[in-house]
């Protein structure tokens, strides 16, 4: 009976913000795979363990395709307008995602290491000579990965606002279908205008480039603004909620933070963003998927147009993985999280995101090394309510 099953997504535990729901911890332990009732009353396969989603997202008879029936949303969906090149298959998908995929190799983006470390040591230099305590997330958190990814597209950072609260509308669970096709509206005509500006005067910047193929025809006008709307919510979003939680973690675990403040090698810093990627997980609905045809795996039987669900957060916490998951160790070899996906749509800003993360992780403690939280851990408010986890505010002194 679909009643007697478990629902996703569940609340992060009580015990510590920073753990998979319980529940969802405590399927794990009964198999690789287990049926889940979602809020529209379907019932897809949640995939716990790290071998079992790899396989999948890997699989070439499994689809990223919203559109296809079994598809297991998150929310409803509005119906029309553009999607988004992630939530295609290939061979479309990867026609879209190579033409931006250049601004995201990994030489390209590490070009932009001193630019960023510029940005992070002036939005420190503003909190040293500001008041305290301080909202990290208004004043660092959110203005470092917006700084960054504004200047990547070639987007006016004065319009910051509008689109970061934009962004929050998309990315809540407990918005109407019709609130959130009114943010992405209004995001996507925002976009849309300024790749009609970079059509007529062309810059030397990302969304400069992506209407430069629809000059040449690889593109349409509104795929171009779709795509400027993907990479301008996902460039901010989820960077500023590693910051401010990373911080909170490790202002949680005082050892830990002190040796990533005392780490004088960037390998050691660098080890320690992929440890803060596998234990935090941020995004909250796990990766969704539909099957396009039977597949066996971990003995049951995946069915044609059956859906599922990679939680990442379970993955990562996987104990034939990473022994003692549920302890933040920065030491540990994490490079084997499934934090940014695994197979054709992993995520094309890692390398950005990591560089940023890295970066502010690496600065921010050194230069405050007094720093500290200025309420109780219970008066903190986490994003319960949302597709990517993180704190609202995050009130810090020194």
Not at 85 to 94: C, G, K, N, V
Not at 323 to 349: I, K, M, N, S, Y
Request: proline letters at 7%; glycine letters at 8%.
């Amino acid at each position: 009976m679909t009643d007697t099953l478990p629902e996703f997504p569940g609340v992060r535990a009580e015990r510590c913000p920073f753990d998979p729901p319980p529940r969802i911890q405590a399927l794990q332990q009964d198999g690789p795979l287990t049926k889940v009732r979602l809020w529209d009353g379907s019932t897809p396969w949640l995939v716990t363990t790290h071998a079992e989603q790899k396989a999948l997202l890997g699989h070439p008879q499994v689809s990223a395709d919203v559109t296809r029936p079994g598809y297991p949303l998150s929310a409803p969906r509005a119906e029309g307008g553009s999607l988004s090149f992630i939530l295609m298959d290939d061979p479309e998908h990867h026609r879209q995602r190579r033409m931006v995929q250049g601004a995201f190799t990994v030489r390209r983006v590490e070009s932009m290491r001193p630019a960023v470390q510029r940005i992070v040591d002036g939005l420190i230099d503003d909190l040293l000579a500001g008041p305290k305590p301080v909202d990290l997330v208004e004043a660092f958190a959110l203005p470092v990965p917006s700084l960054v990814i504004c200047e990547l597209l070639g987007v006016p950072y004065t319009d910051h606002d509008f689109f970061q609260d934009n962004s929050k509308t998309i990315i809540k669970r407990n918005v109407t279908a019709e609130e959130r096709a009114a943010a992405g509206g209004r995001l996507f005509e925002y976009l849309d205008t300024l790749v009609g500006a970079k059509l007529d005067h062309p810059g030397d910047d990302l969304l400069s480039q992506v209407a430069g193929r629809v000059k040449a025809g690889e593109l349409t006008r509104s795929q171009a603004a779709q795509m400027g709307v993907l990479l301008l919510i996902a460039g901010h979003e989820t960077t500023a909620n590693m910051i401010a939680l990373g911080t909170l973690a490790l202002l949680q675990n005082p050892a830990q933070l002190a040796l990533l403040r005392d780490a004088g090698d960037p390998k050691a810093v660098a080890g320690a963003v992929e440890e803060l990627l596998r234990y935090l997980n941020i995004t909250h609905s796990g990766r969704r998927r539909v099957a396009l045809a039977d597949i066996e795996i971990a003995g049951q039987v995946i069915r044609a147009g059956e859906g599922m669900i990679m939680a990442n957060d379970i993955a990562n916490r996987d104990p034939g993985v990473f022994p003692h998951p549920d302890e933040l160790d920065l030491t540990r070899d994490a490079r084997r999280h499934v934090a940014f996906g695994f197979g054709v749509h992993q995520c094309l800003g890692q390398p950005l995101a990591r560089l940023e993360l890295q970066v502010v992780y690496g600065t921010l403690y050194r230069r405050i090394p007094t720093l500290a939280l200025a309420t109780g851990l219970d008066r903190v408010p986490f994003k319960h309510d949302g597709q990517v986890y993180g704190v609202y505010e995050l009130p810090v002194t020194w």
